[in-house]
């Protein structure tokens, strides 16, 4: 009964390629979250979906792309790697804040170890 | 612009012991805090969160602190355990545009000896 999952867990690839990662979660969240974790535990926010429309795009390279192809999916794709884009990949999911501004908790997958050769 | 960030990047206890991980935030608009926990090979855990309106919440072993005149947040966590080790990260909840920005601090590890 995983809440939010990612696959895969591991990723090594070469300099060039173009890769994706998959998320899914079975939480009943309309929004959904990418999020990078450099090597020194730093997590920034990437992307985040709400109903499959983009919200946020952070300053992140276009060669990185998400897509939801629905509500409980949301995948990234990155194309032509580069040795900077290694890292670990998390994705997350919410409710979205309900009126009045009440936030709600993110919960996040197990992350998809990323490592550009 | 504004961050959250932590004061201890490392913190060596003892079994039993209580913990305290600290946390500064410069967002003075900010009104929601979590406290999130990372074990090794793992994704960020919710540990308890707090509300700008309250200045302690308790959960089971743990207590967070808000003083928002110095913009300080804190993690008690009370007779810590060795699966208590983890990367602790206090994180701010912004609106924008009727949507949420999770802002993470940049982490403190808590290493927990038997």
């Known amino acids: 009964d995983t809440a939010v999952s990612q696959t895969p867990k591991y990723l090594v690839t070469q300099m060039g390629n173009d890769k994706s990662i998959k998320c899914e979660q079975n939480?009943?969240?309309?929004?959904m979250y990418w999020y990078k974790q450099d090597s020194k535990k730093f997590l920034k926010i990437m992307f985040s979906?709400?109903?499959?429309?983009?919200?946020i795009n952070e300053t992140v390279p276009n060669r990185f792309s998400p897509k939801s192809p629905d509500k409980a999916h949301l995948n990234l794709h990155i194309n032509s790697l580069e040795l900077g884009d290694s890292a670990v990949y998390f994705c997350?999911?919410?409710?979205?804040?309900?009126?009045?501004?009440?936030?709600?908790?993110?919960?996040f997958g197990p992350g998809t170890r990323l490592l550009v050769l | 612009g504004e961050s959250v960030g932590l004061h201890l990047p490392t913190l060596s206890v003892q079994e039993g012991d209580n913990s305290i991980i600290n946390c500064a935030y410069s967002?003075?608009?900010?009104?929601?805090f979590i406290w999130y926990k990372q074990e090794s090979g793992k994704g960020p855990q919710f540990i308890i969160d707090?509300?700008?309106?309250?200045d302690k919440r308790q959960g089971q072993r743990v207590t967070v602190l808000l003083n928002k005149t110095v913009k300080h947040l804190s993690l008690q966590i009370a007779a810590t355990q060795p699966g208590d080790s983890a990367v602790y990260f206090c994180?701010?909840?912004?609106?924008?545009?009727?949507?949420?920005?999770?802002?993470f601090g940049k982490g403190t590890m808590l290493l927990v000896s038997p």
């Open positions: 994180a701010e909840l912004s609106m924008n545009s009727g949507y949420s920005t999770l802002t």
């Open positions: 997350a999911s919410s409710h979205r804040p309900r009126q009045g501004g009440v936030q709600e908790t993110q919960y």
């Open positions: 707090i509300r700008s309106n309250m």
């Open positions: 939480l009943g969240h309309d929004t």
């Open positions: 967002n003075s608009a900010s009104d929601y």
């Open positions: 979906y709400n109903n499959k429309e983009l919200i």
